[in-house]
């Protein structure tokens, strides 16, 4: 935790105004540095970095306007309250005009004014940090965007190493929960894409998503996808406030939005979940995305329930986040649409059923190589659509 004191840089030739402040600012938890003009104060500035600086403008040596115009020529954006004589309305105005944050007037008669300009002063500089913190990481993850997308449309075959290089590692292990997956795209670039990892200490995140159409414009979508899913994350584990990661409802909502003001001509399904590994909880939230995940307990499969608008198609869209508890022995199959085309079934309900028929084993026999032998998939070639399979399971 950090537990240093805000430091504050008084700046003042008459001692008994500079004295009385350095008490009250003391005595109101500041630590308080302090100078007789601005030359003096300068140095110190340099050598201490104090969070906010309060300045009488007419000294010797160095006056308060020199001292301003000197921070700013420098750009240094430090907080700077000036304090001075009611009289000085035009060298005021001057002052803000060269970027001081506010004006007190003396004689101060009640410092607790004082010490409510400088927690402003404050609160305003901490939001600056953190907008222009964030505004640099959007900007870092822009560039990496760009440099993806380039490469996707510069090469074919490098953007489908791109592509995969962009998934995570194939079976592993968080704990005693495994993942596994498998992408057969239909074209050289997938439509189709997953991703699971490690959110904290306490949860596990995954997705799989199926972009509309096939090929490069759609394998783009995916890039874009997974860079803002990475935004989240990132923003979670900087800063505990922001929650969107771990809420799959509010995190489809966000997305949906983003892919809309791309105005990309593309639209996704999607399901995220969410594994709590404290309370052995999962929450979902499933964005239009069929069929819907199966999960199996004691060799019994069923479909989650859930469902929603797909992801980018309709603005204000609002997604359901449901909840389940997870068994010390479960396996839960994700599959994309793409897999329903490959099966002989006349009926949407038939093919639901036969697909139920697949994962009504153990979870631990429930492999990738078991769904593409069980699917006849052993030549992936001249698919009809991306086909996509994310197995999470736990259990022998």
């Known amino acids: 935790?950090?537990?240093?004191?805000?430091?504050?840089?008084?700046?003042?030739?008459?001692?008994?105004?500079?004295?009385?402040?350095?008490?009250?600012?003391?005595?109101?938890?500041?630590?308080?540095?302090?100078?007789?003009n601005g030359r003096e104060g300068l140095r110190i500035l340099h050598e201490q970095k104090p969070d906010v600086i309060l300045c009488d403008?007419?000294?010797?040596?160095?006056?308060?306007?020199?001292?301003?115009?000197?921070?700013?020529?420098?750009?240094?954006?430090?907080?700077?309250?000036?304090?001075?004589?009611?009289?000085?309305v035009h060298d005021a105005v001057e002052a803000l005009r060269l970027g001081a944050w506010d004006y007190v007037v003396k004689p101060i008669t009640d410092l607790s004014k004082l010490e409510?300009?400088?927690?402003?002063a404050l609160e305003r500089s901490r939001l600056l940090q953190e907008n222009q913190a964030y505004r640099e990481e959007l900007e870092s993850t822009n560039r990496e965007l760009n440099q993806s997308l380039s490469i996707l449309k510069e090469d074919q075959e490098a953007g489908r190493c791109i592509q995969f290089q962009l998934l995570p590692a194939n079976n592993i292990y968080f704990d005693d929960i495994s993942f596994s997956?498998?992408?057969?795209?239909?074209?050289?670039?997938?439509?189709?894409?997953?991703?699971?990892?490690?959110?904290?200490?306490?949860?596990?995140?995954?997705?799989?998503?199926?972009?509309?159409?096939?090929?490069?414009?759609?394998a783009f979508v995916t890039v874009l996808l997974k860079s803002l899913v990475d935004q989240f994350l990132n923003r979670y584990r900087n800063n505990n406030e922001d929650n969107?990661?771990?809420?799959?409802?509010?995190?489809?909502?966000?997305?949906?939005?983003?892919?809309?003001?791309?105005?990309?001509?593309?639209?996704?399904?999607?399901?995220y979940g969410?594994?709590?590994?404290?309370?052995?909880?999962?929450?979902?939230?499933?964005?239009?995305?069929?069929?819907?995940?199966?999960?199996?307990?004691n060799q019994e499969a069923h479909f989650l329930e859930?469902?929603?608008?797909?992801?980018?198609?309709?603005?204000?869209?609002?997604?359901?986040?449901?909840?389940?508890?997870?068994?010390?022995?479960?396996?839960?199959v994700l599959f994309s649409d793409g897999v329903l085309e490959l099966l002989k079934q006349d009926e949407l309900e038939n093919k639901e059923k036969y697909?139920?028929?697949?994962?009504?084993?153990?979870?631990?026999?429930?492999?990738?190589?078991?769904?593409?032998?069980?699917?006849?998939?052993?030549?992936?070639?001249?698919?009809?659509?991306?086909?996509?399979?994310?197995v999470i399971k736990r259990g022998s």
């Open 57 to 88: 403008l007419h000294m010797p040596v160095m006056s308060g306007l020199e001292l301003l115009n000197n921070l700013r020529q420098a750009q240094i954006n430090i907080p700077f309250i000036v304090v001075s004589g009611a009289g000085m």
């Open 181 to 218: 997956h498998h992408i057969i795209p239909s074209l050289y670039l997938s439509g189709d894409f997953i991703d699971y990892f490690a959110i904290s200490d306490d949860y596990l995140g995954f997705y799989i998503i199926d972009v509309s159409g096939h090929g490069a414009p759609s």
């Open 306 to 332: 859930g469902k929603g608008f797909p992801v980018g198609v309709f603005e204000k869209a609002e997604y359901q986040t449901h909840e389940l508890t997870l068994p010390a022995d479960f396996a839960l």
């Open 355 to 390: 697909l139920l028929s697949l994962t009504s084993e153990k979870p631990g026999t429930l492999t990738i190589p078991h769904f593409l032998e069980k699917l006849g998939l052993a030549n992936e070639l001249g698919m009809p659509d991306d086909i996509t399979f994310l």
């Open 1 to 36: 935790m950090n537990t240093r004191l805000p430091k504050v840089l008084a700046i003042d030739d008459e001692p008994l105004v500079r004295e009385s402040i350095v008490a009250f600012l003391e005595d109101s938890g500041f630590d308080v540095l302090e100078a007789d």
């Open 244 to 271: 969107f990661i771990i809420n799959p409802g509010k995190l489809l909502k966000c997305l949906s939005n983003e892919i809309l003001k791309a105005r990309l001509g593309k639209y996704l399904t999607m399901c």
């Open 116 to 120: 409510h300009a400088i927690k402003q």
């Open 274 to 297: 969410v594994i709590n590994r404290k309370t052995q909880q999962l929450v979902y939230s499933i964005g239009g995305h069929f069929p819907n995940p199966v999960f199996v307990v």
